[in-house]
T-cell receptor, first 114, second 115 residues
Framework: KAGVTQTPRYLIKTRGQQVTLSCSPI?????VSWYQQTPGQGLQFLFE???????NKGNFPGRFSGRQFSNSRSEMNVSTLELGDSALYLC?????????????FGSGTRLTVV | AQKVTQAQTEISVVEKEDVTLDCVYE???????LFWYKQPPSGELVFLIR??????QNEISGRYSWNFQKSTSSFNFTITASQVVDSAVYFC????????????FGTGTSLTVIP
């Protein structure tokens, strides 16, 4: 069974550009969450989607957005990139909608903004 | 306020030693789950254990064991007879019924096992 797949694995962008990251959940999983990991702030929740609907959003500026497609694949977009957006972005999927179920994480996309 | 605190930033042990990673959490919710994840250098977070707030039974899985104590809001993780492959960053996380499908992660403990 394939795990959570995130593409690309590495990305280098310039300040002011925008970027789109992709996440393919485990087959059959309908809940997808995104997290940002930085040395200074640690792991922080970005947003969570279920059946193409955003159910929860973390405390990030509007430059961070996401969406989920009918096949449960998800994308997140960051516009007007800042140096501080350099981070490892992790996607996680879950088979259930309930809050109490664990998530399987992907290996992440490492974004570097220069 | 930090919901999950992992006070140990870095720990180094010699192979075959036992090591305990501490986790203290804070929540007003009576229904919550606690998790431990392992993050090897590849970056992927690997699920280790999930424990709900109503089950204070300690758990053992091979060389791993977990001690959940609601009285002290702690959920500590012990590795017995550590091995080099245990070297990784370990994260404790909390999810609450009130905030739904959102994990609050601790800052992680970097464990190095020296051969």
């Amino acid at each position: 069974k394939a795990g959570v797949t995130q593409t690309p694995r590495y990305l280098i962008k310039t300040r002011g550009q925008q970027v789109t990251l992709s996440c393919s959940p485990i087959s059959g999983h309908r809940s997808v969450s995104w997290y940002q990991q930085t040395p200074g702030q640690g792991l922080q929740f970005l947003f969570e989607y279920f059946s193409e609907t955003q159910r929860n959003k973390g405390n990030f500026p509007g430059r961070f957005s996401g969406r989920q497609f009918s096949n449960s694949r998800s994308e997140m977009n960051v516009s007007t990139l800042e140096l501080g957006d350099s981070a490892l972005y992790l996607c996680a999927s879950s088979a259930r909608i309930q809050w109490d179920y664990g998530y399987t994480f992907g290996s992440g996309t490492r974004l570097t903004v220069v | 306020a930090q919901k999950v605190t992992q006070a140990q930033t870095e720990i180094s042990v010699v192979e075959k030693e036992d090591v305990t990673l501490d986790c203290v959490y804070e929540t007003r919710d009576t229904t919550y789950y606690l998790f431990w994840y392992k993050q090897p250098p590849s970056g992927e977070l690997v699920f280790l254990i999930r424990r709900n707030s109503f089950d204070e039974q300690n758990e053992i899985s091979g060389r791993y064991s977990w001690n959940f104590q609601k009285s002290t809001s702690s959920f500590n993780f012990t590795i017995t007879a550590s091995q080099v492959v245990d070297s990784a960053v370990y994260f404790c996380a909390l999810s609450e019924a009130i905030t739904g499908n959102q994990f609050y992660f601790g800052t992680g403990t970097s464990l190095t096992v020296i051969p």
